[in-house]
């Protein structure tokens, strides 16, 4: 393992979250994760930030890990909203960002202090970081939020699931084929992605086809949760070509910081639309009636036990998470 008092030796990954608390915090754990193998880190905020929560969690964070993570500020040029089909604040972010992204060469540049090792960025960012990064020649990483049966549904979305979609003869009983894997039920689709004309569909329809480009993709997510998922999108076939899959889950949060955001924030409610375009409010009461129906369902129980159990090995030593982490480690210093 690298020595942690030696710059030059330790791998200098720069990341690059998106806006909106649930692509914030996988990249804030991974960060922390990072930091624990001796990983120099660059974490570079989007300015304005969209929320009180991702100010307070990323100052809060910050704070955590003053010598291990810097901060880059990049912010955005003028954006006018009107251009696009939509009102909400995280997708227009998005689309801000997206357009701003050429003007992230100079920032990357200037990271040389020691070298940047590689970047690992959203997967909402995609498409218009790719030619900034390549033409830097830095190795590059989509960080994808969800789950590995939801990645092969996007890395299929071309062929598998774009013609059936916006064919005008969709059916809510209707299943998608994705290659070497259960088929999907359109019910497990959010329901804005069924609009062609949505702005969240706009980019999905152009990103998706770049996924072969990135050198990997990491997710959090572990072999022994999603084995048939990840066999299969690392054997190509999901999808011919595709870079590595990297396995870096489970990436556990600082409890006692995310208590800390949850109470300065107020948080009696939950902040509303994450991202999904349905202005709901969920309370705390609320919360507590649903967890205490898991709690007293003995097939969840069952459930959450083997995955908690599988979750220990993934950690372990010789778990799959450290596996990953050793690997790509290990290409990051070369």
Same mark, same amino acid.
């Given at each position: 393992m690298a020595d942690s008092n030696n710059p030059i030796l330790c791998p200098h990954v720069v990341l690059l979250p998106s806006a909106g608390m649930g692509h914030l915090t996988p990249f804030l754990r991974l960060a922390a994760?990072? $930091?624990d193998r001796h990983c120099l880190v660059t974490l570079i905020t989007i300015q304005p930030t969209i929320s009180n929560a991702e100010s307070q969690l990323v100052s809060r964070f910050l704070a955590t890990f003053p010598d291990q993570v810097r901060e880059k500020q990049f912010h955005l040029l003028p954006f006018d909203s009107s251009t696009v089909n939509s009102t909400d604040p995280f997708w227009l972010r998005w689309e801000a960002t997206r357009r701003s992204a050429t003007h992230l060469s100079p920032l990357f540049s200037s990271l040389t202090s020691p070298p940047v090792s590689a970047v690992v960025y959203d997967v909402t960012l995609m498409t218009p970081l790719i030619p900034v990064i390549t033409q830097l020649s830095l190795p590059s990483y989509v960080l994808f939020t969800s789950s590995a049966r939801m990645f092969a549904f996007f890395a299929s979305f071309p062929t598998v699931a774009q013609p059936k979609l916006y064919s005008g003869k969709l059916q809510p009983t209707d299943v998608l084929e994705i290659p070497s894997l259960p088929p999907l039920p359109v019910s497990m689709i959010a329901p804005i992605l069924l609009n062609p004309e949505s702005l969240f569909s706009a980019i999905v329809r152009e990103d998706s086809p770049n996924i $072969?480009?990135?050198t990997g993709i990491l997710m959090n997510t572990f072999e022994n949760l999603e084995p048939d998922s990840l066999a299969a999108l690392n054997s190509g076939r999901v999808v011919a070509k595709l870079p590595p899959v990297h396995a870096i889950g489970p990436l556990f949060g600082d409890q006692k910081m995310n208590a800390e955001v949850a109470e300065k924030s107020g948080f009696g409610l939950w902040d509303r639309s +994450? =991202? +999904?375009g349905v202005d709901t409010f969920v309370s705390g009461d609320q919360i507590g009636e649903k967890i205490k129906e898991m709690m007293e369902s003995e097939s969840?129980?069952? =459930?959450? /036990? *083997? $995955?908690?159990g599988e979750a *220990?090995? /993934?950690i372990a030593e010789s778990g799959s998470r450290e596996s990953s982490f050793k690997e790509l480690?290990?290409?990051w210093k070369n």
């Open positions: 994760s990072l $930091v $072969v480009k990135p +994450w =991202g +999904w969840l129980q069952r =459930g959450a /036990a *083997r $995955v908690c *220990r090995k /993934a480690i290990n290409k």
